[in-house]
């Protein structure tokens, strides 16, 4: 299952916007504008993302114990204030529940609407835009 998404990220981007992103993740991150924790991009992941889901680790991050090709089962999302720096999820991983980057995450077994908010995360850090 491939997912193809341009959005409208700023004024200044292409015309092209996705539903997913309409009141979605784009409208919940500008970049450099301050923000609360997590934005409304928190809520619009939590929304559409159907847990749990399996997961694979696609790269290894300094802040999470998982490697590459490692396999977990996604919980749910951090709670909305872990998420200052970066979107978490919450995994059970070896008999415990942490958090890690979504960012870090592609989906293997998931239906088509948390495939679709997963691929949207993943085009938003794609653009070097962040928190």
Known sequence: MRHSTAFCLTDRTASSTSPSAIGGIAAGF????PRAPGGKGWYYLDDKIRFPFQAKCIVAEIVSPLRKGETVEVQRMAPEDACSADMLVL???HGRTMAVPLSQLTVMDADDPTAEAIA???YWVA???SF
């Open 120 to 122: 949207d995360w993943h």
């Open 91 to 93: 995994i059970g991983w």
């Open 127 to 129: 653009q070097g835009y």
């Open 30 to 33: 500008r970049p450099g504008a």
